[in-house]
């Protein structure tokens, strides 16, 4: 039997949202990842008409999708599609317009994309309003955010209350991150991706957990890309620092490991013994299969990366879709 093939790390783009953004700021709203070097700014840039084409095409984007293997896509937008440096006002506009535009991309193939919300975290109060709509008026299947909200942790009380009614709505949240701290330092060889981008998701996850949001909400289902960052990889000195730190145990009741039940990693290593490492060190059935699409950093070819890492047919059937299937309620 066919195994039926989910891609949780798929980008879209909403131009209205962004030419809007664009009147507001257009260094932020164009720049995917801010400060690099210029050299680095230069391929980017050659490089934006094809992955913008490829993220508001629903016709290439799902011929791409079936010369890859992948019977459905799982849609949000890139980190640069957040817009949460806007005016609280003017980021729920543009949010409202995204999730319009991603449920309008659903409903062209709705048996090949799936979409997540993105809401104005700038304000709680508007995020759980246009959580609400996106997912009872729209139909969207998550929710997607970024790693900090301008520079603030995922652990600050004020996100509380977004984080209450997404458990309550039973939804899986998946973040990616951005703006990773000492990126000045990271400028060259695009470093700032290769080595912040997975730092950031590893500071989300444990800003999470030490700050006793988990403990708070234990029935999050939180969403890590590029395989959860380093988190797999520093269990042993996370677990270690917390017996030893006081300051590490004040908000946390848990050993870090406890933690993993409520997170999921996509299965972006480009490694297959990378992958094995977090597949292993991962609780079963919380890995998922993500290409990151339509980027340059991205795997695009996931589904052969993850069938010729794994011999075990049951295992590749839940990474492959069975963990999505199961998290998002399809």
């Not at 391929?43 to 008409?49: E, F, R, S, V």
């Not at 969207?140 to 603030?152: D, K, M, P, T, Y």
């Not at 919380?286 to 069938?307: E, I």
Request: hydrophobic share 40%.
């Amino acid at each position: 039997m066919k195994t039926f093939v989910i891609d949780g790390h798929r980008h879209i783009l909403c131009l209205e949202a962004q030419r809007m953004a664009i009147r507001l700021d257009s260094t932020k709203a164009t720049d995917y990842l801010d400060g690099v070097h210029e050299a680095s700014a230069e391929i980017n840039l050659k490089k934006a008409p094809q992955w913008n084409r490829k993220m508001t095409d629903p016709e290439e984007h799902l011929g791409d999708m079936v010369t890859s293997g992948i019977d459905v896509g799982v849609l949000w937008p890139p980190p640069v599609g957040f817009y949460y440096w806007t005016e609280p006002l003017a980021g729920a506009e543009l949010a409202r317009l995204i999730n319009e535009n991603t449920s309008k991309m659903v409903s062209k193939k709705p048996e090949h994309f799936l979409g997540l919300a993105t809401v104005p975290l700038q304000d709680s109060l508007l995020a759980i309003q246009e959580l609400n709509y996106a997912i009872k008026k729209l139909r969207l299947q998550g929710v997607a955010i970024a790693s900090n909200i301008n520079g603030q942790g995922l652990d600050e009380e004020k996100f509380f209350p977004f984080f209450e009614e997404v458990e309550k709505s039973n939804l899986p949240i998946f973040i990616h991150p951005h703006h990773p701290p000492g990126a000045e330092r990271m400028r060259k060889y695009y470093l700032v991706n290769f080595l912040g981008y997975p730092m950031e998701s590893t500071l989300a996850a444990t800003q999470l957990i030490f700050g006793g949001v988990l403990d708070r909400y234990p029935n999050l289902k939180i969403c890590l890309a590029h395989a959860g960052g380093v988190l797999p990889f520093l269990l042993g000195r996370l677990e270690h620092g917390q017996s030893v730190r006081p300051e590490a145990q004040k908000r946390c009741q848990h050993p870090v490991s406890y933690y993993l039940k409520n997170f999921y990693v996509d299965s972006i290593t480009f490694r297959p013994a990378t992958l094995r490492f977090v597949i292993e060190t991962m609780p079963r059935g919380h890995v998922f299969m993500g290409t990151d699409y339509p980027f340059d950093m991205g795997d695009l070819h996931a589904v052969q990366s993850v069938r010729s890492t794994i011999e075990d047919e049951d295992l590749l059937e839940e990474i492959l879709g069975g963990t999505l299937k199961r998290i998002m309620g399809f």
